[in-house]
């Protein structure tokens, strides 16, 4: 509609493009115009942007300029405006098709059309290239994934339409910002270039639940988590029985709404133990530490039953070891942080657990009173991830019980300027 200013479209039409095999009324249609109205900020007696034909359907009425840079002979500057223009307007229709698809609340049997993108390309290459990147994305080793985003773009510079490629980009360069997120500074150019090419495409292909599904992913480390919501519910609405999109979700979102999503996940594929972690988390933030340690359990448990080199189960017998620690059980702790620090491996989360191990072993050890010990703990934390602030604020501490106060003051010092770099 965007693309084509002024053309009528009939409900009919709307609906047999976008969803030809779902049954939508009129009323829910109107009530998704209105909405969408006041996003754009319109009026219907007075509209800028959609007119209502009453009872015929809707039509464009702002303008789209398109040139050819070429035929005119307008200079190269004039070229890159043009194609602004044509992105500024895809992601306009873009945003438009899943304000209606998540405001419906259908779920899509068929794939409405594509009218910028698609999900398959002509070229035998780029699908190889995009293939290969998956296949490395799937190990969550850094370097790996290093080279995916070699094989994304490769096949991405042959096929910009292949909405594929942009989604194992974006993943990618997700993923090497979760490497980083340990640091006091995570590299956020990462997580930028993730939410960029995921935006990509949606507006390439809005119909691509996956799409919907990372973009909901990434925001939700966000303030945009609105925007998470609203995507992720739509790529469940969209494949409901795709556990991937439910854990996205889940991610996203938060209380009842995220224990629904894990639940399927948990149900449907038990080896992505991060599950049991994400949900314990809503048990903590309720106060309800026995049944976050029980689903815990569970997640190791299966951990130990179906062991997964694809999706390492980071962090459960972590947290379990802090749940020990705020329980006063002390050798239970020490139990479970020295078991997450012998995890070892070089993924993405090694060195985010390894330091937390390690960081709950110093308070451990604090709480014991062996300052010695907690000192050694802590300084492994900051030798392996120098750009740590907590960490040195931790060793201040210990190096304080131990009676270094120089060296305390100094550790403490070096947490303070690493908090106001956060």
Same mark, same amino acid.
């Not at 039409?13 to 049954?23: A, G, K, M, R």
């Not at 938060?254 to 399927?264: I, M, N, Q, T």
């Not at 934390?381 to 305390?408: I, S, T």
């Given at each position: 509609?965007?693309?084509?200013?002024?053309?009528?479209?009939?409900? /009919?039409?709307?609906?047999?493009?976008?969803?030809?095999?779902?049954?939508?009324? /009129?009323?829910?249609?109107?009530?998704?115009? #209105?909405?969408?109205?006041?996003?754009?900020?319109?009026?219907?007696?007075?509209?800028?942007?959609?007119?209502?034909?009453?009872?015929? !359907?809707?039509?464009?009425?702002?303008?789209?300029?398109? #040139?050819?840079?070429?035929?005119? %002979?307008?200079?190269?500057?004039?070229?890159?405006?043009?194609?602004?223009?044509?992105?500024?307007?895809?992601?306009?229709?873009?945003?438009?098709?899943?304000?209606?698809?998540? !405001?419906?609340?259908?779920?899509?049997?068929?794939?409405?059309?594509?009218?910028?993108?698609?999900?398959?390309?002509?070229?035998?290459?780029?699908?190889?290239?995009?293939?290969? %990147?998956?296949?490395?994305?799937?190990?969550? /080793?850094?370097?790996?994934?290093?080279?995916?985003?070699?094989?994304?773009?490769?096949?991405?510079?042959?096929?910009?339409?292949?909405?594929?490629?942009?989604?194992?980009?974006?993943?990618?360069?997700?993923?090497?910002?979760?490497?980083?997120?340990?640091?006091?500074?995570?590299?956020?150019?990462?997580?930028?270039?993730?939410?960029?090419?995921?935006?990509?495409?949606?507006?390439?292909?809005? #119909?691509?639940?996956?799409?919907?599904?990372?973009?909901?992913?990434?925001?939700?480390?966000?303030?945009?988590?609105?925007?998470?919501?609203?995507?992720?519910?739509? @790529?469940?609405?969209?494949?409901?029985?795709?556990?991937?999109?439910?854990?996205?979700?889940?991610?996203?979102?938060?209380? #009842?709404?995220?224990?629904?999503?894990? @639940?399927?996940?948990?149900?449907?594929?038990?080896? &992505?133990?991060?599950?049991?972690?994400?949900?314990?988390?809503?048990?903590? @933030?309720?106060?309800?530490?026995?049944?976050?340690?029980?689903?815990?359990?569970?997640?190791?448990?299966?951990?130990?039953?179906?062991?997964?080199?694809?999706?390492?189960?980071?962090?459960?017998?972590?947290?379990? %070891?802090?749940?020990?620690?705020?329980?006063?059980? &002390? /050798?239970?702790?020490?139990?479970?942080?020295?078991?997450?620090?012998?995890? !070892?491996?070089?993924?993405?989360?090694?060195?985010?657990?390894? *330091?937390?191990?390690?960081?709950?072993? %110093?308070?451990?050890?604090?709480?014991?009173?062996?300052?010695?010990?907690?000192?050694?703990?802590?300084?492994?934390? *900051?030798?392996?991830?120098?750009?740590?602030?907590? @960490?040195?604020?931790?060793?201040?501490?210990?190096?304080?019980?131990?009676?270094?106060?120089? !060296?305390?003051?100094?550790?403490?010092?070096?947490?303070?300027?690493?908090?106001?770099?956060?």
């Amino acid at each position: 509609m965007v693309m084509q200013p002024g053309l009528l479209f009939t409900k /009919d039409e709307i609906f047999n493009t976008l969803w030809p095999d779902v049954t939508v009324t /009129d009323n829910a249609l109107t009530q998704v115009i #209105s909405e969408l109205r006041q996003a754009l900020g319109d009026k219907p007696n007075a509209p800028m942007f959609i007119e209502t034909v009453p009872r015929r !359907g809707y039509r464009w009425l702002a303008p789209v300029e398109v #040139s050819d840079p070429v035929a005119t %002979g307008v200079a190269s500057d004039a070229g890159v405006e043009l194609q602004a223009q044509t992105a500024q307007a895809a992601q306009l229709q873009s945003a438009i098709v899943t304000a209606l698809m998540a !405001g419906l609340k259908v779920t899509i049997t068929a794939a409405p059309s594509q009218p910028t993108g698609s999900r398959e390309t002509p070229s035998l290459e780029a699908y190889r290239l995009a293939t290969d %990147g998956r296949m490395k994305l799937e190990t969550l /080793d850094p370097k790996a994934i290093q080279e995916a985003v070699v094989d994304f773009t490769k096949a991405i510079a042959l096929d910009p339409t292949y909405a594929p490629a942009h989604i194992g980009l974006a993943h990618a360069h997700f993923w090497l910002y979760q490497a980083t997120r340990v640091r006091s500074r995570p590299e956020k150019a990462e997580l930028d270039a993730a939410i960029a090419h995921a935006e990509r495409a949606v507006a390439l292909d809005p #119909s691509q639940a996956e799409a919907h599904a990372a973009l909901a992913f990434f925001l939700a480390i966000t303030p945009r988590n609105a925007e998470a919501l609203t995507h992720g519910r739509l @790529a469940v609405s969209m494949e409901p029985g795709n556990w991937r999109h439910q854990f996205q979700l889940g991610i996203a979102a938060w209380g #009842s709404e995220r224990l629904k999503c894990l @639940a399927v996940v948990m149900a449907q594929y038990p080896a &992505l133990t991060h599950a049991h972690f994400a949900a314990a988390y809503v048990h903590i @933030a309720r106060g309800d530490l026995d049944q976050a340690d029980a689903v815990l359990a569970i997640g190791l448990e299966t951990q130990r039953k179906t062991p997964s080199d694809r999706l390492p189960g980071r962090g459960l017998h972590w947290l379990r %070891g802090l749940i020990a620690l705020r329980r006063d059980q &002390l /050798d239970e702790a020490h139990q479970h942080l020295a078991a997450e620090l012998s995890a !070892g491996g070089d993924d993405v989360f090694a060195d985010e657990f390894t *330091v937390d191990a390690l960081m709950g072993l %110093g308070f451990a050890h604090l709480a014991t009173k062996k300052p010695a010990e907690a000192v050694k703990c802590f300084e492994r934390a *900051v030798e392996r991830v120098p750009d740590h602030a907590r @960490a040195w604020l931790g060793l201040g501490k210990a190096r304080l019980a131990a009676g270094d106060e120089p !060296g305390a003051i100094e550790a403490r010092e070096r947490g303070v300027r690493g908090e106001h770099d956060l």
